[in-house]
């Protein structure tokens, strides 16, 4: 199989865990007699820096043109007090709009070798693998109008908080058919006892549901499921949620497996994908080969499977990574007692090891 890719490695531990994630890509290219060709495309601070815009045009050229896209992480204190379009954060959000992306699959599933690492009770993490997905291209980050203005003399912020009915649709139809392949629950997540938007999205995803008899559909306030993900994550299996309720469950999801820097994450519905890890750019620890690479990597096992169909090549990189947890090795940010611990470099070739 030939394929091109679009890596965009970005800012902070980026760079560190893309890097990773390409030798991990080499390995397997070689051992099942695939080409993957890579295409290297700058956004958030390194375009910032290199060209005066977080998401240059020939970014987005190469991204259309590609079979998938890998994106390490965008950010930094360097460029937090850029005035809103000059953010590197802008570079993610035109990335998703652009190529279409509304469907955002990050999946919190406890690693065995790992429950020990989470902060809640070994039965209450035992087991979990929770599949958020998350409405990626409407809600408040994109509604218009938004803004700054004044008003009755002082500055206002505003946002706005939309869904149209096909926006919401399609994403609850990606939720029930990914529920279809594992065990035919999705519990919708809204507001809706406060927002018109939420009642609109009740609405629609129960209609939606006619399609998917097969699913069992049940539904829940956002402020109860991030009650309930820490006190019972096992009753869920699909979340189906929009856009910022998503940033904020999937990142609690994340969590209950003990690191945000083991969780990877597809962003699906253009012609081309995109995938990256669930962590941010982690300023503090970059360049200092103490970045856990196991979320990009786990991202490179996505794309293999979902954008190239190659299952089996996915699972060899899924189990590579269980097999170095089991023999306890660790990096920072997962590092328990009586583990050994392990800098960027080694943890990526110790999963290359066991490829
Ligand atoms: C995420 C991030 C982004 C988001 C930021 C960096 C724009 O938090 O992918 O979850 O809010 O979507
Ligand atoms: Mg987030």
């Not at 030798?23 to 005066?52: I, T």
């Not at 954060?89 to 020990?116: F, Q, T």
Request: charged content about 25%.
């Amino acid at each position: 199989m030939n394929k091109k890719i679009t890596v965009i490695p970005g800012d902070g531990i980026g760079k560190e865990v893309v890097e990773g994630a390409l030798q991990v890509l080499n390995v397997v290219a070689k051992k099942f007699s695939h080409q993957f060709e890579y295409e290297f495309a700058l956004a958030g601070g390194a375009a910032l820096d290199a060209a005066g815009i977080p998401l240059p045009e020939a970014t987005l050229t190469s991204a259309r043109s590609s079979d998938a896209v890998l994106l390490g992480a965008v950010g930094g204190p360097k460029w937090d007090a850029n005035p809103q379009h000059l953010k590197p954060e802008r570079a993610l959000l035109g990335l998703r709009k652009e190529l279409g992306l509304y469907a955002n699959i990050r999946p919190a599933k406890i690693y065995s070798a790992l429950v020990d690492a989470s902060s809640l009770k070994k039965e209450v993490v035992e087991g979990v693998d929770i599949i958020v997905v998350r409405e990626l291209t409407g809600g408040l980050y994109f509604g218009k109008p938004s803004g700054f203005e004044q008003r009755n003399g002082e500055e206002v912020g505003f946002n706005t908080m939309l869904y149209s009915e096909s926006e919401v649709r399609r994403i609850a139809r990606s939720a029930f058919e990914i529920a279809r392949k594992r065990s035919k629950k999705v519990c919708s997540v809204d507001k809706a006892n406060v927002l018109e938007t939420s009642q609109l999205w009740r609405k629609v995803v129960i209609e939606s549901a006619k399609e998917f008899p097969d699913v069992e559909l049940s539904h829940m306030y956002v402020d109860n499921c991030s009650m309930q993900l820490i006190r019972n994550p096992k009753q869920f299996d699909v979340i189906v949620t929009e856009n910022l309720f998503g940033d904020i469950l999937s990142d609690e999801a994340a969590m209950l497996t003990g690191s945000i820097g083991m969780l990877a994450s597809a962003s699906l519905g253009g012609s081309v994908a995109m995938y990256e890890p669930v962590h941010g750019s982690a300023p503090d620890i970059a360049g200092q080969n103490k970045a856990n690479p196991i979320a990009t990597i786990a991202s490179v096992a996505m794309m293999l499977k979902y954008s190239f169909g190659l299952s089996a090549e996915s699972d060899a990189i899924e189990n590579a990574i269980e097999k170095v947890l089991s023999a306890g090795f660790r990096t920072g940010d997962i590092h328990t007692e009586g583990m050994t611990l392990l800098g960027t470099k080694e943890m990526t070739a110790k999963i290359i090891e066991s490829i």
